[in-house]
């Protein structure tokens, strides 16, 4: 009787040891911080997710002097890593004066070190986020 307890409590301890490490395999690289470039147009940006191929920032876009519908993250914003360019597949729409939403990468593997540049949004003209 007492050797099904032990194993009782065995077994509940590894399937707790494997969800907690799934928990974490899920989430690693999830705890970036979150970079900011302030100006005229305020932009913070933060890698949230890697998941399937898929390279997710959360970025939030500010600004109380430029109409930002005018301005396109698709064609604006690159992922760079070891020299290679991305172009993001997804990317909020610009509209007024705030935006937030997702932007989104397509890469094969999770790097260690990577930037995003955001290009020509007033006033400054080449923004640099790297991790």
């Keep these: ?16 040891g494997v969800i907690f490490a799934y928990s974490a395999f899920q ?7 979150k970079k900011t470039s ?4 305020n932009i913070v940006l933060a890698p949230k997710t ?4 898929s390279f997710s920032f959360d970025i939030n876009i500010d600004t109380h002097t430029v109409e930002l519908s005018q301005f396109d993250l698709k064609e604006l914003a690159t992922l760079e890593i070891n020299g290679e360019e991305f172009k993001p597949i997804t990317a909020p729409v610009l509209n007024g004066h705030h935006t937030s939403g997702s932007l989104v990468f ?10 995003v540049v955001i290009k020509d949004i007033p006033d400054i003209s080449l923004r640099r986020f790297s991790w």
């Design 1 to 16: 009787m007492k050797t099904n307890y032990i194993l009782i409590i065995l077994v509940v301890l590894v399937v707790a």
């Design 27 to 33: 989430n690693a690289g999830t705890d970036y911080e």
């Design 38 to 41: 302030q100006s005229a147009v």
């Design 50 to 53: 890697f998941d399937k191929g």
């Design 106 to 115: 397509n890469i094969e593997e999770k790097p260690k070190i990577f930037s």
